[in-house]
């Protein structure tokens, strides 16, 4: 995710645009409070001014396994995302090794460059 805040940060804030990161809870962890509790603590210590928001609504999408993490901004009066994070199933799956965790990401360049033209 620094590597995402990196580059929105480096369009954005000369255009003192604001953006925030959003949290959702997903099953998938028999810890998942302890889990998303930790990664909570751990993006206001390593990203400090980005407000960070806990989204406690349910989810039907089971694309992500814990948590999400979904960075977004307000544009036109409406939120935008522009990237996330999460974990999934798919190399425990492959590998059928139940301690196997992938942690993906993403950063929507063709929004970046519509908030900022």
Sequence with gaps: MSFQIGVIRALLDARHVPFQIVLNRRQGYKDGNGFFSDVFE?????FPGITIQIDESPSASAYYQGLRALIQVQSGGRDV???????TDWMRQLLN??????CISSLSIDRLMQITA
């Design 97 to 102: 090794i139940k301690s196997e965790r992938l």
């Design 42 to 46: 751990f993006l206001k210590a390593e």
């Design 81 to 87: 995302e522009l990237g996330d994070l999460g974990f």
